[in-house]
T-cell receptor
Framework: GAVVSQHPSWVICKSGTSVKIECRSL??????MFWYRQFPKQSLMLMAT?????????EQGVEKDKFLINHASLTLSTLTVTSAHPEDSSFYIC?????????FGPGTRLTVL | QKEVEQNSGPLSVPEGAIASLNCTYS??????FFWYRQYSGKSPELIMS????GDKEDGRFTAQLNKASQYVSLLIRDSQPSDSATYLC?????????????FGQGTILTVHP
């Protein structure tokens, strides 16, 4: 149980384009999902908390207009990186909460050229 | 600012030995503590969660929590080469920050045959 999927697993895009990443909880419902970013050789940094049916809450320093989050159902949250630039290249990982524990998706590696 | 500190290592142990990983946290009101394992290029995988003082054992893994000292550790018995990974300590402060994990920078563990 507690399986979280992400799609796509990797994406390469041109600077200025937008990229959508999907996060799904496969065998449980998740009222709350989280989006993290991890740069090479660094730890995970929480970007935002995604709540089903309400607006996401963003951590300090994360631009909400650049990283659009939609939690459309109890099993799906999406992160859209708008007008991506090379500095947005990173490993984006979602997690879904069940009980007191968070389970992570496999991650999406974004490369912006 | 909430901080979670880990010795970045690398920690190298021979196969069959006990690996000891340590973590300290700054927020005294923290409620929940987690150890994740992350293989290179992959997302974190939950190994252990611990919520109250003392030891919690699961197979070859034992988590230890001392809230008075703001210290949490992970022991891996009979270490195997497949245990070689980065181990991340994560802390949930609870309250209004419930569910928001703060990660340490990770400890790189190498188990050599």
């Amino acid at each position: 149980g507690a399986v979280v999927s992400q799609h796509p697993s990797w994406v390469i895009c041109k600077s200025g384009t937008s990229v959508k990443i999907e996060c799904r909880s496969l065998d449980f419902q998740a009222t709350t999902m989280f989006w993290y970013r991890q740069f090479p050789k660094q730890s995970l940094m929480l970007m935002a908390t995604s709540n089903e049916g309400s607006k996401a809450t963003y951590e300090q320093g994360v631009e909400k207009d650049k990283f659009l989050i939609n939690h459309a159902s109890l099993t799906l949250s999406t992160l859209t990186v708008t007008s991506a630039h090379p500095e947005d290249s990173s490993f984006y990982i979602c997690s879904a909460e069940t009980g007191d524990e968070q389970f992570f998706g496999p991650g999406t590696r974004l490369t912006v050229l | 600012q909430k901080e979670v500190e880990q010795n970045s290592g690398p920690l190298s142990v021979p196969e069959g030995a006990i690996a000891s990983l340590n973590c300290t946290y700054s927020d005294r009101v923290s409620q929940s503590f987690f150890w994740y394992r992350q293989y290179s290029g992959k997302s974190p995988e939950l190994i252990m969660s611990i919520y109250s003082n003392g030891d919690k054992e699961d197979g070859r893994f034992t988590a230890q929590l001392n809230k008075a000292s703001q210290y949490v550790s992970l022991l891996i018995r009979d270490s195997q080469p497949s245990d070689s990974a980065t181990y991340l300590c994560a802390v949930d402060a609870g309250g209004t920050s419930y569910g928001k994990l703060t990660f340490g920078q990770g400890t790189i563990l190498t188990v050599h045959p």
